[in-house]
T-cell receptor, first 113, second 112 residues
Framework: DAGVIQSPRHEVTEMGQEVTLRCKPI?????LFWYRQTMMRGLELLIY????????DSGMPEDRFSAKMPNASFSTLKIQPSEPRDSAVYFC???????????FGPGTRLTVL | KQEVTQIPAALSVPEGENLVLNCSFT??????LQWFRQDPGKGLTSLLL?????REQTSGRLNASLDKSSGRSTLYIAASQPGDSATYLC???????????FGKGTHLIIQP
């Protein structure tokens, strides 16, 4: 299995631009999670899905952030418009069942200038 | 709201030593606790997962324990090697939700 796949690995953009991060979970996993990692705040849960349905989006910082999961093999996290304080590493993770081990992707390092 | 704390924030020891990393959590009603390793610029690798009904889990030179009543978990690394150098993160999964609450990690350096 290829593991969780994220793209792009690095993204540099200017303030005000739209950013779309992509994730392909491990095949057969029913849960997908988006986390953000910064030096100041560490790793924080943004949102997670179960069977493509958003379950908890309380960690999404602002309305500028949105996430979708149109099918079991693809999810996007969109930031519009982006701001410098959004600069962070964004991780996607998946698990097969509730409470099971979460497997993380390599992350997308986002820099907003 | 669950809070997870890891002590120490950084640790440097000579190769071959046994060491203990600490993790504490404020809400004892956890479903499980997971230990991860993160190498610089990389994602997280799961090391051990302890269910709330378990007291410990072992994998090779790693042993993780869980004491829900005191809100603590420890990761024991035996016979440390330079390849163990990384940041170690613990994360708690609450009883009512599937997302993980992470500590800020312990940055471990094993000196050759």
């Amino acid at each position: 299995d290829a593991g969780v796949i994220q793209s792009p690995r690095h993204e540099v953009t200017e303030m005000g631009q739209e950013v779309t991060l992509r994730c392909k979970p491990i095949s057969g996993h029913d849960y997908l999670f988006w986390y953000r990692q910064t030096m100041m705040r560490g790793l924080e849960l943004l949102i997670y899905f179960n069977n493509n349905v958003p379950i908890d989006d309380s960690g999404m910082p602002e309305d500028r952030f949105s996430a979708k999961m149109p099918n079991a093999s693809f999810s996007t996290l969109k930031i519009q418009p982006s701001e410098p304080r959004d600069s962070a590493v964004y991780f996607c993770a998946s698990s097969s069942q509730s409470g099971d081990t979460q497997y993380f992707g390599p992350g997308t390092r986002l820099t907003v200038l | 709201k669950q809070e997870v704390t890891q002590i120490p924030a950084a640790l440097s020891v000579p190769e071959g030593e046994n060491l203990v990393l600490n993790c504490s959590f404020t809400d004892s009603a956890i479903y499980n606790l997971q230990w991860f390793r993160q190498d610089p610029g990389k994602g997280l690798t799961s090391l051990l997962l302890i269910q709330s009904s378990q007291r410990e889990q072992t994998s090779g030179r790693l042993n993780a324990s869980l004491d829900k009543s005191s809100g603590r978990s420890t990761l024991y690394i035996a016979a440390s090697q330079p390849g163990d150098s990384a940041t170690y993160l613990c994360a708690a999964r609450g009883g009512g939700a599937d997302g993980l609450t992470f500590g800020k990690g312990t940055h471990l350096i094993i000196q050759p």
